[in-house]
């Protein structure tokens, strides 16, 4: 087992030899059985068509070798390497290279959403550096998407995990994510603006 979390189970599998990733959605007993059984399958075949759009769009992520709607599962890639969250929190990384990485998820964000990709969950936890490249993971929560509000709060959800959970690199390291993010899509300062205005309506309701 990789990992338990509320909405899936993980686990590590052998097929051919090659290490892959068991992900099976996790039925919801206070649901009615036929209704519960038909949104699991829904949002495998979600998760795998976004894991597959996200790959063609040039951003590194599994490759899905089965889905398996009876089961409500995705068999696929293993990534093998360190979270950007675990490198980050060790401070190991020399500034230069934490820059350069930052600015990387941010062209990768950019190809996301210039292809109407919605991650649903853009945090370090999620992305896996494997020899020096970034694998965007998880996509469970994800969507297709060209609303500039989706984008937007996609974006919003990334500042926030990097405030909370890398406050002592967060202005400089933010800072790289954006611009990666306007190197990569066009529609970038359209949706910067999105994103300020969802911190501004947050920090509203919070009064």
């Known amino acids: 087992m990789i990992k338990k979390g509320a909405e899936a189970h993980l686990l590590l599998s052998h097929v051919f030899g090659r290490r892959v990733v068991v992900k099976e959605r996790k039925p919801k007993l206070y649901r009615i059985k036929e209704l519960d059984d038909s949104l699991r399958r829904q949002r495998v075949i979600r998760e795998a068509r976004l894991l597959h759009s996200a790959k063609r769009a040039g951003v590194p992520a599994p490759t899905v070798y089965l889905v398996d709607l009876e089961s409500a599962s995705i068999i696929m890639d293993y990534i093998d390497g360190r979270t950007l969250s675990d490198l980050i929190k060790e401070g ?116």
């Not at 290279?97 to 109407?116: K, P, T």
């Not at 974006?155 to 790289?176: I, Q, T």
């Not at 190197?183 to 910067?192: L, P, Q």
């Open 92 to 207: 190991g990384l020399p500034r230069e290279e934490l820059v350069r990485l930052l600015r990387e998820v941010g062209e990768l964000i950019g190809r996301l959403h210039r292809e109407g990709i919605v991650h649903g969950d853009l945090t370090t936890s999620n992305m896996i550096v494997s020899n020096g490249k970034i694998f965007f993971i998880d996509f469970g929560l994800g969507d297709f998407s060209r609303n500039v509000e989706d984008l937007g709060v996609d974006l919003h959800l990334m500042k926030r995990a990097m405030e909370s959970s890398h406050y002592d690199v967060f202005e400089e390291g933010f800072n790289a994510v954006l611009q990666g993010y306007r190197d990569a899509f066009e529609g970038a300062n359209e949706v910067i603006d999105k994103m300020w205005e969802i911190e501004r309506r947050g920090r509203y309701w919070e009064r």
